[in-house]
């Protein structure tokens, strides 16, 4: 299955509707067609302390909540790349990830 890969429905209850959809619906500053959520957990699938490149590529996964039965379930997942920082904390180099884009 190819990524991005979508689930359109509740897995228990195989409704369409989730809390954040809902929520944005008719808000004007989000464009119709942009993919909303309410949670987004970014998974690093390269090990971001051997990495030479200014990014790291991961896997984007969207959380939401059914607005029919209440269940919590990945909505998305997406394979994209974040910005490696490195921060100074005591006198140490830390790598770590900024927010994806």
Do not use: W
Request: proline content about 9%; charged content about 25%.
């Amino acid at each position: 299955m190819p990524f991005p890969i979508e689930f359109d429905k509740c897995p228990d209850c195989h409704s369409k509707d989730t809390v954040c959809r809902l929520a944005c619906a008719d808000d004007p500053s989000i464009p119709k067609g942009v993919f909303v959520s309410l949670e987004k957990l970014f998974t690093p699938i390269q090990d971001i302390n051997k990495i030479t490149t200014p990014t790291v590529k991961g896997i984007l996964t969207h959380f939401d909540i059914c607005a029919k039965c209440g269940t919590r379930y990945c909505t998305k997942a997406e394979i994209t790349s974040a910005p490696v920082t490195i921060q100074h904390r005591s006198g140490s180099l830390i790598k770590g990830l900024s927010a994806p884009r």
